[in-house]
């Protein structure tokens, strides 16, 4: 199974609201990755969690919350968004965190705030 | 701050033709990856090149890297209307693990 899967498809939610985005990977791997991506523009990476533990917080607002419960799952929790927020969020995984390994995509989570 | 830049932006091509994207970064790296996007998917792996490399294949897709230049290309040859997609470049951060920095890509349009 190559496959890594995020739910939901598509989200919308008020300024107010609390959600919540999953991604998990049978692959075993040890590194999973959430991305930003505005139309037109490339992914922007917002944290990396490499054997369960955060790696990288590329300064993100504390709106946005990761969490990795297992080798297999992560989460992003989203609270008090903003409209600029409105994105795709990309979910990756690699088998270890370094650049010789190849990242593989789930399909991602088109978010729309309003 | 931004590593990759890719020209042309936008490319349209008809099938058959070959087509030629290019990579500028700015600092020194390790490894370079080429990623495609289908219109609003996830990111497809399609060849990773190594500082000590200078050249790599993969099908119909041909990679050279030239690091006296801080650049790299891809090239895919005969293409066809289902590589229409966005192709991105991708590289690695000095001492920060397997951290990309993608390029603003190149939208490519093969047209049947």
């Known amino acids: 199974d190559t496959e890594v899967t995020q739910t939901p498809k598509h989200l919308v939610m008020g300024m107010t609201n609390k959600k919540s985005l999953k991604c998990e990977q049978h692959?075993?791997?040890?590194?999973m990755y959430w991305y930003k991506q505005k139309a037109k523009k490339p992914p922007e990476l917002m944290f990396v969690?490499?054997?369960?533990?955060?790696?990288i917080n590329e300064s993100v607002p504390s709106r946005f919350s990761p969490e990795c419960p297992n080798s297999s799952l992560l989460n992003l929790h989203l609270h008090a968004l903003q409209p600029e927020d409105s994105a795709l969020y990309l979910c990756a995984s690699s088998p270890g965190f370094r650049s010789s390994y190849e990242q593989y995509f789930g399909p991602g989570t088109r978010l729309t705030v309003t | 701050s931004q590593q990759g830049e890719e020209d042309p932006q936008a490319l349209s091509i008809q099938e058959g033709e070959n087509a030629t994207m290019n990579c500028s970064y700015k600092?020194?790296?390790?490894?370079l990856q080429w990623y495609r996007q289908n219109s609003g998917r996830g990111l497809v792996h399609l060849i990773l090149?190594?500082?000590?490399?200078r050249e790599k294949h993969s099908g119909r897709l041909r990679v050279t890297l030239d690091t006296s230049k801080k650049s790299s290309s891809l090239l895919i040859t005969a293409s066809r209307a289902a590589d229409t997609a966005s192709y991105f470049c991708?590289?690695?951060?000095?001492?920060?693990?397997?951290?990309?920095?993608f390029g603003q890509g190149t939208e490519l349009s093969v047209k049947p």
């Open positions: 600092t020194s790296i390790n490894n």
């Open positions: 090149i190594r500082s000590n490399e």
């Open positions: 692959m075993g791997h040890r590194a």
């Open positions: 991708a590289t690695d951060v000095y001492n920060q693990g397997g951290k990309l920095i």
């Open positions: 969690y490499s054997y369960e533990k955060l790696s």
